[in-house]
């Protein structure tokens, strides 16, 4: 794949993502939610951490969330740079579709999750019990302290759990329970293709290894 094209898959990912997020910022008050399905629903959430809402601050002691939330921030931003290089440079050296693809999706989702984290504090004000404005004269926070978008939700079951079950028995439980986007959609895709198809996606690397060491031993 050229880089041309994978540029383009990025740019698709990012539209639909930032496209479908600014619709649910400006239709949706926190937390209302439409019923498409029994099984899936359009649920408006923000989260203000990593995945599942945890925050840096819950694992970190004497840190304040909003120091918490700058750092993840910025994590985020050095991760987005060093996944740019990999794309790039597998590219360059004509390293396997799947293999580009999948940093493609990676590097859209995660930049599509950057863009709430740093904007979006700034370009949108609260959504609590009102519909968020667009560009208002103060946001609901201050640049990089942005929260993320989240949308889609697919309580595909809910209800008790049996009594025999060790620790859960007899708790209510809701299967898929996270909200997420179509950002987290393309994080997770990318990573589920580096796993499934782990030898497609790294095998020219293993082959420029053994070649590297074929030479070395030639020329010994």
Do not use: C
Not at 12 to 37: C, N
Not at 98 to 118: R, W
Request: glycine share 8%.
């Amino acid at each position: 794949m050229s880089l041309k094209n994978a540029t383009l898959l990025i740019f698709i990912i990012l539209l639909i993502d930032q496209v479908s997020k600014f619709y649910i910022k400006t239709h949706f008050a926190l937390h209302h939610r439409i019923e498409v399905f029994e099984w899936f629903q359009i649920l408006f959430v923000e989260n203000d951490g990593m995945a599942w809402g945890t925050k840096l601050s819950d694992f970190i002691t004497g840190i304040s969330d909003r120091t918490a939330k700058l750092a993840l921030t910025i994590f985020r931003i050095v991760a987005v740079i060093g996944i740019g290089y990999w794309m790039v440079t597998s590219v360059r050296k004509k390293g396997p579709n799947i293999l580009i693809v999948a940093i493609a999706l990676i590097f859209a989702g995660a930049l599509g999750n950057i863009i709430d984290s740093v904007f979006y504090g700034i370009i949108f004000d609260e959504s609590y019990s009102q519909v968020a404005t667009f560009l208002p004269e103060v946001g609901y926070d201050t640049l990089f302290h942005g929260k993320v978008v989240d949308m889609l939700h697919f309580p595909i079951w809910q209800g008790v759990l049996p009594n025999w079950i060790p620790l859960v028995g007899g708790d209510y439980f809701t299967f898929f329970e996270p909200v997420f986007n179509v950002a987290d959609m393309a994080i997770s895709t990318g990573i589920g293709m580096l796993i499934v198809f782990n030898k497609k996606a790294f095998h020219l690397d293993e082959k420029e290894e053994e070649t590297t060491e074929t030479d070395y031993l030639e020329k010994e």
